[in-house]
């Protein structure tokens, strides 16, 4: 191999390493975006993460949303009703390329939350991603949400600490 092309190849492999690690950061931030946009009823942050055609599997008992339309649905004609309150704690976050443009993420969540009449519940799922790039951005294709608990907790609330004592 002449020393040209193997300064490419080289060259080529670095912009390859450099494009994975912004897409991992970028995908990151997709997965943090949906707990902080969710949870601050932030609308813009939280739809700019999702294609228009995406699809949102969150499952029983809420059921499954596609495009932004019924994204907009499930947020604030299902869930939003519901919480008074979320705060989603995402972690684990693992992702898998197909290929420059396609990837596969996994990540655990757990939400403390409480619901319009002061039922504090606590839900733990995991998140499986399907994330696309197109026209250059990444976002959420398909999100599919495997609950694995979702129970009040009985006695607790969620309140202000009060304030420390001069």
Known sequence: MAADDKLQAQVEALLQRVD???SRAALRDLVTD?????DTHNWDQFIAIWHQDAVWEIGPPFGTF???D??????HDVLYPIWRETHHLASNLRV???????ARGVCN???????RDDIVQMISATYADD?????????IAKRTVTIHYFNPIPGAEMSVPEAAAD
């Open 20 to 22: 994975e690690l912004e």
């Open 34 to 38: 949906y707990c902080l946009g969710f």
């Open 66 to 68: 596609t495009g932004h």
């Open 70 to 75: 019924g994204i907009r649905e499930a947020v």
């Open 96 to 102: 898998e390329f197909g290929d420059a443009d396609h």
């Open 109 to 115: 969540v757990d939400c403390m939350g409480a619901t």
């Open 131 to 139: 994330f696309e790039r197109r026209d250059g951005v990444w976002k």
